[in-house]
């Protein structure tokens, strides 16, 4: 029984430079509740402007150019995001989509605490809360991810890669969205804290519900974290099928190209593909 | 055949307010021309430490590097030829070329500072070098960097690290900056030259595919120790130490994924 | 991709099996209860009393590298100086030759410890702290608050400017850098052209009325803010075009900075991301340039005194200068030197309280 979060239409993009670069073309795409979808790419095929675009997170020159974004909210219904003014929009942000950003040097304000960074979402988001519920919530935030609420006080310089990256997600948990939209959160990490963090992602996902938009180049991790994977080349998407599929079948050129360009770690010695 | 010995080298650094801190701690190797070997490690593991040492950027606190059974010169012509023989790749290709100049200038200069051919033949040899990293020397040796794609710029810096005909070569993860899709042909590029050349390479990673896959010798180094040192296969297929175990398993690896979950469990 | 941690060495365990299973820990340093780094300040403490003394030595050859013959020539000419003062002013300009360097060095020292910087030749012959303690208030108070005002308005106005990037707004900047270019003395003439001779609403110069003693009453205090108002004003509208500027660049480096993006994924109202992200980032370099040019307020803008005839600093040290009256000079190379240290040193403090990160490193 098909159950979408959210349904994407003929998006498009448009860089507007000169000359005028098209960064997302006509994409279209479904997000089951509870699905873990990687979106795989290399750089400039318009994962990261995609992500950001069903967001509404683009700056200037990149230009919305089309297509519906249609989000499937367990209780208010549909919502239309593009529709969505400039008020709506900023209460929509966080508390129904959330974004985790590549934890390196500079995603956290470095003038203020880790603590006070997840509060001021409360503060924003919840305005009945209390500043002693705030700190708590922020505090349980912290546990959840295994940081520890005594790392409320810390700067962000003073935490390691794989912690800060721990905060983001933490962040991005605090008003238990419904979608995380992760952008390559484990790529300036070391292995095996990224498999940690990986963990941690599926656990909470089993938790809390969520779904996720997984971003990034890496496509043997894909492979192994996600329910469907989409392969973007050039602003489109060109495959989407379920890891496996891909993995056993894949249909498009592209993807094996792709796919022949990770050498096996274990097995034949070989490229991935077969 | 040029043997590069690594013996016994230790690098311990005093950080200020913090004590010492232990780099690289008895770190003993060899490496032969016509051998690949492959460093892996995580970061803090020493591995950019080790490359700074051979590279002469920073000397050891104990232990000593030798080629050919001697000693490094500190100074003078015996470090210039050292330096010669020992070349290496750096990570960022963008980094790595200066955006003022042409491409003929960065491959003609280590010709003309290292003497390697005569003058009147030195523009077939920077048309020698391009062709050797599978370059259209018309299309890009007067270009100037900025003007070609990363993985483009990474065989420049590989034909600027050949231009002096070293016997080893030190590439610091060559291949981490670039679009995914173009390692392998960079990679595959480097174990060409290095059966053409007859070089030895050490292929410096934090990625252990890469490293099985074009490495004949693995070395595993965790906080500045080596914890494992075999043949690639050995290493990867059958490791010893709990630590390289846990790199292993913690590595994606579909094909043992697909053979071995029925896709549901993550 | 490697991690992006810097190459120097870390204290992370991440390596390590223990570390993965309890998780990732922290780099060493622990989080500071206080926000005023004293272990910072500590470390520079060495440097700055260093400097101070080194300042002060300067200080004691700077009359030594002159020649004395004004100071010699007075004395011959004015029998009428007490022993004492004579001889502490031959002290202090190194004209007892009789005695060693180093005595006279000692001397020195004795005298700056009793706070006794000699007496003023042109000023007949009272105290140099006197002098100057006069002159000081209204250079200190005149310029400190037009910088004062002018680093208020510039950091808001360019921190706004450049939240606002691209609009109507962008129009502040050349014309504020516009106003700073034009030479200050014509500034200030076409003020007083303007306002005090054609207008009448101001006076034409002087810190307060011709014939009025200053005293702690509501008179004077209306008359020294009449007469302040166009230097104050003339000194902002100067000075605003660099604050501003700096302030505006610094912001637009910062909303480039991922962390913007991040606040405004999170919804933060634009007020929000606007102060409390992109301007406490974007102003930590201005204050310290502020804090630094706290310690020139001293050294007085003497094109504004001669112009406005104002009886501050600069135009104290004008006078000495041209009279060789080098006790008096000497007098105001010190403070102004003990003030930029001082200022220097507040910058230090500033910075460190504003930035968490400078907290962890040495000097």
Request: hydrophobic letters at 45%.
């Amino acid at each position: 029984m098909p159950d979408p979060l959210l349904s994407v239409r003929d998006f498009s993009v448009v860089y507007d430079v000169d000359p005028p670069v098209a960064a997302v073309k006509n994409v279209s795409l479904e997000l089951e509740r509870g699905e873990i979808l990687g979106l795989a790419g290399e750089s400039g095929c318009g994962k990261t402007t995609l992500a950001y675009g069903i967001q509404r997170l683009l700056k200037a020159p990149a230009v919305i150019t089309g297509g519906s974004v249609l989000f499937h909210d367990a209780e208010a219904g549909d919502i239309d995001v593009n529709a969505l003014g400039a008020e709506q929009m900023r209460r929509f942000r966080w508390d129904k989509v959330s974004m985790v950003f590549q934890g390196a040097m500079n995603a956290l304000n470095p003038v203020a605490t880790v603590g006070s960074q997840l509060e001021d979402v409360f503060e924003v988001h919840r305005p009945d809360m209390g500043r002693r519920q705030r700190r708590a919530a922020a505090a349980e935030l912290l546990e959840i991810v295994k940081v520890g609420e005594q790392r409320a006080r810390s700067y962000p310089h003073e935490l390691s890669g794989g912690m800060r990256q721990r905060v983001m997600i933490a962040m991005a948990l605090a008003l238990r969205p419904q979608l995380m939209v992760m952008d390559e959160p484990t790529t300036a990490l070391d292995v095996l804290v990224q498999r940690e963090i990986l963990r941690q992602i599926s656990q909470l996902r089993e938790e809390f519900g969520f779904s996720v938009i997984f971003i990034t180049h890496d496509l043997p991790l894909l492979l192994e974290i996600s329910d469907r994977i989409a392969i973007m080349r050039e602003g489109e998407i060109v495959e989407v099928a379920s890891a496996e599929r891909i993995w056993n079948a894949p249909q498009d050129e592209y993807t094996r190209t792709l796919l022949t360009s990770f050498p096996r770690l274990t097995g034949e010695k070989g490229v991935l593909a077969r | 055949m040029t043997t590069l010995e690594v013996r016994r080298i230790t690098k311990v650094y005093n950080v200020r307010g913090a004590g010492q801190l232990t780099a690289l701690d008895d770190i003993s190797f060899t490496l032969n021309s016509g051998q690949t070997i492959g460093l892996v490690g995580q970061s803090g593991s020493g591995k950019s430490t080790i490359a700074k040492i051979l590279t002469q950027l920073e000397k050891p606190t104990r232990g000593e590097v030798l080629l050919d059974g001697s000693p490094i010169p500190r100074r003078g012509r015996g470090l210039r030829s050292y330096r010669q023989q020992l070349r290496m790749v750096f990570q960022d290709p963008f980094a790595s070329l200066n955006p003022y100049h042409s491409i003929r200038y960065h491959l003609e200069r280590p010709l003309r500072l290292d003497d390697v051919v005569p003058a009147a033949e030195i523009d077939a040899e920077v048309r020698r070098l391009l062709e050797k990293v599978r370059l259209d020397p018309d299309a890009v040796i007067d270009r100037r960097p900025h003007e070609l794609s990363g993985g483009q710029r990474q065989r420049i810096a590989i034909a600027r690290a050949l231009a002096s005909r070293p016997q080893i070569l030190v590439a610091d993860e060559p291949v981490s900056m670039l679009d995914v899709s173009i390692r392998l042909g960079v990679l595959n590029l480097l174990a060409d030259l290095q059966r053409e050349e007859g070089l030895g390479v050490l292929y410096i990673t934090h990625d252990l595919a890469t490293a099985r896959h074009f490495s004949d010798e693995i070395i595993v180094l965790n906080q500045g120790r080596i914890v494992e040192h075999g043949t690639a296969d050995d290493v990867i297929l059958r490791p010893q130490d709990p630590y390289t175990q846990e790199l292993r398993a913690a590595s994606p690896d579909p094909e043992r994924f697909f053979a071995t979950t029925t896709g549901g469990a993550r | 991709m490697t991690a992006v941690e810097p190459q120097l060495p870390t204290f992370e365990d991440e390596g390590s099996a223990d570390a993965v299973v309890a998780g990732t820990t922290a780099t060493r340093a622990v989080a500071g209860r206080s926000r005023i780094p004293w272990r910072f300040l500590g470390g520079r403490a060495a440097f700055y009393v260093f400097t101070l003394w080194a300042a002060l030595t300067i200080n004691f050859f700077l009359p030594r590298l002159m020649k004395g013959d004004a100071v010699t020539q007075y004395l011959a000419r004015n029998r009428d100086i007490s022993p004492e003062a004579a001889d502490a002013l031959r002290a202090l300009l190194g004209l007892d030759t009789d005695k060693s360097l180093w005595q006279q060095y000692l001397d020195y020292w004795g005298m700056l410890l009793h706070g006794d910087l000699g007496v003023s030749l042109l000023h007949g012959l009272r105290p140099v702290t006197e002098v100057i303690g006069q002159a000081l208030p209204w250079t200190v108070g005149l310029v400190g608050l037009a910088t004062i005002i002018s680093f208020a308005i510039g950091t808001i106005g360019g921190a706004f400017i450049g939240w606002r990037r691209g609009s109507k707004l962008d129009v502040f900047i050349p014309v504020t850098t516009f106003l700073s270019t034009i030479p200050y003395f014509w500034l200030g003439l076409l003020a007083i052209a303007v306002f005090s001779v054609n207008l009448k609403w101001f006076p034409i110069g002087k810190a307060y009325g011709v014939g009025m003693t200053p005293g702690w009453n509501l008179d004077f205090i209306g008359q020294v803010i009449h007469h302040g108002t166009l230097p104050l004003l003339t000194i902002v509208i100067a000075s605003l075009g660099g604050w501003m500027l700096g302030m505006r660049n610094m912001m637009l480096t910062v909303l480039d900075e991922d962390y913007i993006t991040v606040a405004q994924a999170k919804g933060m109202p634009s007020r929000r991301v606007l102060w409390g992200y992109a301007a406490r980032n974007a102003v930590l370099p201005q204050i310290q340039s502020f804090a630094l040019s706290i310690g020139f307020i001293v050294g007085g803008t003497i094109v504004m005194e001669m112009v406005f005839s104002y009886p501050g600093v600069g135009k104290l040290l004008l006078d000495a200068t041209n009279a060789k009256d080098y006790a008096l000079m000497q007098g105001v190379f010190l403070v102004i030197t003990l003030s930029v240290l001082v200022a220097n040193i507040l910058a230090d403090i500033a910075y460190a309280f504003l930035d968490p990160r400078t907290r962890q490193t040495e000097a």
